[in-house]
């Protein structure tokens, strides 16, 4: 199973909302990305995990707050977003890094998200 | 500040020839690289990696050359297909950054049957 799934796939939010983005693999990795994507541009890298503790925070504004709660499921919680927030937010999931390890990264399909 | 360039939006080629996009990097640090294709509305997904002590990995029509020299990679599809069609995009990785994965911005490829 190389599946990592997201719900919702779709959301529309007012800006005085509070949503979650939820994700999961059950691939045995032990790391996990947010990554967000606007329109014709590449991911950007929000935060990761590695061994559910939070090791890589991009300098994400505060209205975004990620949650590892086991080594298979990875929430983001959003609450007061702006509309420039509005964007496809992946998640995605790999082997954690040891050593030389090559790997690659397994991407869900990705929350589209609208804030009004 | 773009670690990671992919300097032609747009790529068409008519089915049956050969695809080549390209990748350029700043980083020599970088020593590992992958390529991604994405169609719309799906998340991106792994095609093919190469590791910075070799210059060539090849996995059925697809092929990365490695460049380190240069810092540029290319991926090359043979011969392209019409469900090829996607946006390609390659990310680089360094041992010193873990976790973190540097993408480029993308090249939307388009196979003419």
């Known amino acids: 199973d190389t599946e990592v799934t997201q719900t919702p796939k779709h959301l529309v939010m007012g800006m005085t909302n509070k949503k979650s983005l939820k994700c999961e693999q059950h691939?045995?990795?032990?790391?996990m990305y947010w990554y967000k994507q606007k329109a014709k541009k590449p991911p950007e890298l929000m935060f990761v995990?590695?061994?559910?503790?939070?090791?890589i925070n991009e300098s994400v504004p505060s209205r975004f707050s990620p949650e590892c709660p086991n080594s298979s499921l990875l929430n983001l919680h959003l609450h007061a977003l702006q509309p420039e927030d509005s964007a496809l937010y992946l998640c995605?999931?790999?082997?954690?890094?040891?050593?030389?390890?090559?790997?690659?990264?397994?991407f869900g399909p990705g929350t589209r998200l609208t804030v009004t | 500040d773009q670690q990671v360039k992919q300097n032609s939006p747009s790529l068409s080629v008519q089915e049956g020839r050969i695809s080549i996009l390209n990748c350029d990097y700043t980083?020599?640090?970088?020593?590992?690289f992958l390529w991604y294709k994405k169609y719309p509305a799906e998340g991106p997904t792994f095609l093919i990696s190469?590791?910075?002590?070799?210059d060539k990995n090849e996995d059925g029509r697809f092929t990365v050359f490695l460049n380190k020299s240069a810092k540029h990679l290319s991926l090359h599809i043979v011969p392209s297909q019409p469900g090829d069609s996607a946006v390609y995009f390659c990310?680089?990785?360094?041992?010193?950054?873990?976790?973190?994965?540097?993408f480029g911005t993308g090249t939307s490829l388009t196979v003419i049957p």
């Open positions: 990310a680089a990785r360094s041992l010193l950054t873990g976790n973190q994965f540097y």
């Open positions: 980083n020599s640090m970088f020593d590992y």
């Open positions: 691939m045995g990795h032990r790391a």
């Open positions: 995990y590695s061994y559910e503790k939070l090791s």
């Open positions: 190469i590791s910075s002590i070799k």
């Open positions: 995605a999931s790999s082997q954690a890094p040891t050593g030389t390890g090559l790997y690659e990264q397994y």
